[in-house]
């Protein structure tokens, strides 16, 4: 054990305590002399399990035993991580179901398994939370104290498992619980950009985790670890491979690798989906059309649904892009979107199987403004897709930009289920070099009201069908975890990935519980740190906005989304470049949507339309997407357009330098290795964020024609 005697002897006083917390020091705690935590390599992201600190004395004596009642594989499951981390939580084995439940015993099951439960007499409250909900109470039974984790099914009492053991996790008491919960969306679900060559499209953290050489015979553990974190923030499913499809993920040799996968998750609850190429008719099952609207065609997809489905019985569905980036679909052969995803949907929907139809299409042909292209072709076939279809939209109209507006075919589509599209993988936002906590950037978005039906009818409401009936639900996010120890590249971006599956379970919930729970599960409990890593975190995505995009700015980049590039103008596409959306000239800069320009502005609905198009009441955050500005234009702090901008870039670089200087402070706080990991990667953030400031500046600077202003 490393023991850095000098920071203990610095922080001793303040932190006494809680330094102690790790599950390399002992049981004492609070007597203990503090040592610096041993070093962790981050492979078990927040189910590391490490003593909450003082808390875990009063937790003991509400987890004397457990009893999981089943015998189902999800309950095997659940005993196994229940006996995994009291063991490291409490810092002692705790005995599994081998007593009759007496004081102390937390008790899970459901009605049917567990005789406990039934005799509760708790059905109506059972009634209430659906299929994946959970009770988790505090009960007298006969007349001892125990923990009760009830639900309907197995996957539901192991969500209230994993509650729980958050609620261990992160310190808060555990004797008082009255906790019911069901999650508000039913399709929560990573959607993992995987090619079967074992790279990953925009994966940052190494190469794919699935062995297909290795599959079906040989599974390495990390599957069940993947499923593990899945299963422990509510995600319960899983859409394997790149969206830009390899038709051969649906030949018979591996479709047995797919359901060898899915056969390790099924205990889990994350069900198995693939992204379907949708010229597979053709180029896998030699075809000469893959028209949705040949009879051939619909035949061969019903044979593909039928092989799938004996393989994997509970098979999830498809995703598909289609005519989109090169992807074959249905405007190939003049149909619609529509025709497309009913053709699958048909074939699956024998199964219950679901067609998840992506929204991420741009063709040139429909307008010039790229950002207005998917509403108009979904809009007009709204209420055209069969009940088992979704379509999968995107945050915001181009392209997982650190900032954008809402959709506007969030509530612009009234008679077709709406998932949600995330990028936890940050593409753009840094990728996995930069600290950028995704959270805030998302409950931006899910906060944004729509007015589809007047105010209060925001993104989550939509997402939850509260604004429009919705037959499907769901919010998914891009992820792609790789092989890396630490599956995410970044320490932080591990964050994204949690918040993601938190925010698909609970669309209302804050950024900063999340944030803070996180940081509570993954690194210390220790109060002072603990905020301080909050604060950081908080305040990630607009220092990554003012150092890259910001008041509006977008797409200045170039072909690897991470290098400034606002003077790109060759790609085979003009709206693939920077100059498109920038429009720098001597004249001003940003794109005019406004109803005297493009008129983008027009697919929100009032009063967000006229929000938006007024510059006076336009949110400065969103100035340059709406609006083109001259560049003495007099923004809200009273300073020309040109100086609020450079004003920006300093500020955003000086707080990439001040995250920084923050995190050097948590020195001894959190274990070296991974402190010296996130600081090895701080130094390229500062050192980018100089960079990314300067090189705008000199670039937009050609045009503005004025110095960058004295910084104070
Ligand atoms: O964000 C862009 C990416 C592409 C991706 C595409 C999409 C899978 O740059 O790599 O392709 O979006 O979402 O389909």
């Not at 705790?94 to 007593?99: G, R, T, V, Y």
């Not at 949690?498 to 509570?520: D, Q, V």
């Not at 001003?588 to 007024?614: H, L, S, W």
């Amino acid at each position: 054990m490393k023991i850095n005697r000098r920071k203990f002897v610095a922080v001793g006083l303040a932190g006494a305590a809680s330094l102690c917390v790790g599950r390399y020091t002992s049981r004492g705690m609070a007597d203990e002399p503090p040592v610096q935590p041993l070093d962790e390599d981050g492979y078990k992201l927040w189910l590391r399990y490490a003593p909450p600190g003082d808390a875990a004395k009063s937790h003991a004596r509400f987890v004397r035993q457990i009893r999981v009642d089943g015998t189902s594989a999800t309950c095997a499951a659940i005993r196994d991580e229940l006996r995994l981390a009291t063991a490291t939580l409490l810092g002692t084995a705790i005995p599994l179901n081998d007593a009759a439940p007496a004081a102390g015993t937390v008790v899970v099951g459901t009605p049917e398994t567990s005789p406990l439960v039934r005799n509760l007499n708790w059905s109506a409250d059972l009634r209430a939370i659906g299929n994946e909900g959970f009770i988790v109470r505090s009960a007298r039974v006969g007349r001892q104290p125990m923990t009760v984790v009830a639900a309907n099914t197995d996957l539901g009492a192991f969500y209230g498992a994993f509650h729980f053991l958050r609620l261990m996790q992160t310190g808060r008491p555990i004797d008082k619980l009255e906790i019911t919960e069901r999650p508000a969306l039913q399709l929560r679900l990573m959607n993992d950009w995987d090619n079967l060559d074992g790279t990953i499209e925009r994966g940052y953290a190494g190469r794919s985790l699935w062995q297909w050489n290795e599959l079906p015979d040989k599974l390495s553990p990390r599957y069940v670890d993947y499923a593990r974190a899945c299963a422990s923030i509510g995600i319960n499913g899983a859409v394997i491979n790149n969206v830009n499809a390899n038709p051969q993920i649906l030949a018979p040799d591996y479709l047995r690798k797919v359901a060898a996968l899915a056969n390790v998750w099924r205990p889990y609850g994350v069900r198995m989906y693939l992204s379907a190429n949708f010229a597979s008719p053709v180029l896998l099952g030699g075809l000469s059309t893959a028209d949705p609207l040949d009879k051939t065609v619909a035949d061969w997809w019903k044979a593909k649904a039928d092989e799938i489905y004996q393989l994997i019985p509970d098979f999830g569905g498809f995703l598909v892009k289609a005519n989109s980036e090169g992807q074959p679909g249905p405007k190939t052969y003049a149909r619609t979107h529509a025709d497309g995803a009913n053709l699958l949907a048909d074939a699956l929907a024998p199964h219950n199987g679901n067609v998840i139809w992506r929204a991420f299409v741009y063709d040139q042909d429909i307008d010039p403004d790229r950002v207005k292209r998917a509403y108009l072709e979904f809009t007009r076939l709204d209420g055209r897709f069969r009940p088992n279809v979704a379509v999968q939209v995107k945050n915001g109209p181009l392209d997982f930009q650190p900032r954008e507006p809402f959709h506007p075919l969030f509530g612009g589509l009234k008679q077709t289920s709406v998932i949600a599209e995330i990028q936890a993988t940050q593409e753009y936002l840094g990728q996995a070099k930069h600290l950028v906590y995704l959270g805030t950037m998302w409950t931006e978005f899910l906060d944004s009201d729509t007015h589809a039906m007047g105010g209060g009818s925001t993104v989550s409401n939509v997402l939850a069908g509260q604004v429009y009936p919705s037959r499907l639900t769901g919010l998914v996010s891009v992820t792609n975890p790789g092989l890396d120890t630490n599956w995410c590249g970044h320490h932080f971006s591990q964050s994204n990935w949690f918040a993601f599956g938190r925010l698909a379970w609970n669309p209302f919930l804050s950024a900063g519980t999340i944030a803070e729970e996180w940081t509570r599960m993954t690194f210390t409990n220790h109060d002072e740190t603990v905020a301080v890593i909050r604060e950081m975190m908080m305040g990630s995505r607009e220092t990554f906005v003012n150092y890259t995009m910001p008041l509006g700015l977008h797409h200045m980049i170039g072909g690897d989304h991470y290098a400034p590039q606002p003077w790109n103008n060759q790609a085979p596409e003009a709206d693939w470049t920077a100059t498109y959306y920038n429009q720098a000239s001597v004249e001003g800069i940003g794109f005019d949507r406004t109803k005297n320009g493009d008129r983008a502005v027009e697919q929100y609905f009032p009063p967000v339309c006229d929000m938006f198009d007024d510059i006076a009441t336009c949110p400065e955050k969103l100035l340059l997407w709406f609006h083109r500005c001259a560049w003495d234009y007099r923004t809200k702090s009273g300073k020309i357009l040109w100086d609020a901008l450079c004003a920006k870039y300093y500020v955003g670089a000086a707080q990439a330098a001040a995250l920084q200087r923050t995190w050097q402070s948590l020195a001894g706080k959190i274990d070296s290795r991974r402190h010296q990991e996130v600081a090895d990667r701080l130094a390229i953030q500062v050192a980018d964020s100089a960079k990314w400031r300067d090189q705008i500046l000199a670039y937009f600077g050609t045009f503005s024609k004025r110095p960058v202003p004295a910084m104070s």
